[in-house]
């Protein structure tokens, strides 16, 4: 019925294949592929599947977490272990030099895999970790992924370990300071970067609108629960809407919010535009001095002032973004003294 009948063959599922599912495995609150004629394609834990089959959902259940091909996952690295606190907080330490290569990387996709390795160093539930990492990481909404009612001992369903929230979101905050605006006033000056394609990273909060009494909270804060994770009461929002929310208030300890894992293309503008705003701080100080040479960080900027079409193309979405970015650096060019990159 779930594992050898051909995926033609399979039968819609009902509450009582999935009371005998759970009574033959022993972790069969696991992550789910389920597929079914509204909904289409969807990941999810099996106390959440019981709950719609309760409520007449028909559809056929694929393939659980433990299902997947060991031959996907006895290539992933392996890293030795090493004492990480649960809060995800261990590993490397944060870089904030821009130029520095590892710069940005702890907000990756890469990087939430080897913090979720660390973490379940040791650990027998390691393997089926990163399995439903897998399996979560192709869900739109994260908020889906909370599980519903209690086994019999009185504890929360969970279909994995908590560590996978640390896989799939990234607790430390973004530097935003390269996208605020060009002012003066404040000490902070911002370069009026665009979002690019930053704009549209998931962003979970427990208020992303002052809606609440109370300071928001990050999925990982300790001032909200005890279990960590994203759940149903929490607000997705996008980068873009959360710096243009007015009324966010954000907890001091953890920011506010916790942003889910950056792809590839967003670390690598991330990291660029966190280099240009570092570099127009240098000319803003060359062109204050008389006769200041200005004379390398032209030659640094003509990196950003000739981007390929493939580097246009993957940071910005709109031609708009791509000419805002061109003016910032033509503008650049033109306040250091002497001749600057064509």
């Known amino acids: 019925m779930f594992d050898d009948a051909p995926v033609r063959s399979r039968l819609p599922v009902t509450s009582a294949h999935l009371r005998a599912l759970r009574a033959a495995m022993r972790d069969a ?15 999810v834990a099996l106390s959440v599947l019981e709950e719609r089959c309760a409520a007449g959902w028909r559809g056929v259940l694929i393939a659980g977490a433990s299902d997947l091909p060991d031959a996907l996952f006895d290539s992933r690295p392996t890293l030795a272990g090493q004492d990480v606190p649960e809060d995800g907080k ?23 895999e080897k913090l979720l390795v660390r973490l379940c160093a040791g650990r027998q539930d390691g393997d089926h970790a990163l399995r439903s990492l897998a399996l979560a990481r192709g869900m739109t909404d994260l908020r ?12 929360a369903r969970r279909p994995f370990a908590a560590a996978v929230w640390h896989g799939l979101l990234a607790m430390e905050q973004l530097d935003l300071q390269p996208f605020e605006p060009d002012t003066e006033t404040g000490w902070r000056r911002g370069s009026g970067l665009p979002l690019g394609v930053l704009a549209q990273a998931q962003v979970y909060t427990s208020d992303a609108a002052g809606r609440y009494e109370g300071r928001a909270h990050s999925p990982g804060c300790a001032h909200r629960r005890p279990e960590h994770g994203v759940g149903r009461d929490d ?28 792809d590839h293309d967003q670390v690598t503008y991330y990291r660029a535009a966190h280099r240009l705003h570092h570099l127009a701080r240098h000319v803003h100080a060359v ?5 200041g040479d200005g004379s390398e960080l032209a030659a640094e900027l003509e990196e950003f002032a000739s981007l390929d079409r493939g580097r246009v193309e993957a940071w910005f979405p709109s ?21 600057g990159p064509a």
């Open 90 to 112: 261990g590993g490397p330490e944060r870089v904030y030099d821009p130029h520095h290569a590892a710069f940005g990387t702890a907000l990756g996709v890469a990087e939430g």
């Open 319 to 339: 031609g708009e973004q791509a000419r805002r970015w061109r003016e910032i650096v033509d503008g650049l060019c033109r306040a250091l003294p002497g001749p």
């Open 287 to 291: 062109a204050r001095k008389d006769g």
């Open 29 to 43: 609150e696991q992550l789910y592929v389920v597929f079914s004629i509204d909904a289409g394609l969807e990941v």
């Open 144 to 155: 889906q992924l909370e599980t519903a009612g209690y086994d019999d001992r009185g504890f």
């Open 235 to 262: 607000d997705l929002v996008t980068l873009e809407e959360l710096m243009g929310s007015k009324d966010f208030d954000p907890c001091s300890k953890c920011g506010g919010y916790a942003i889910r894992r950056l």
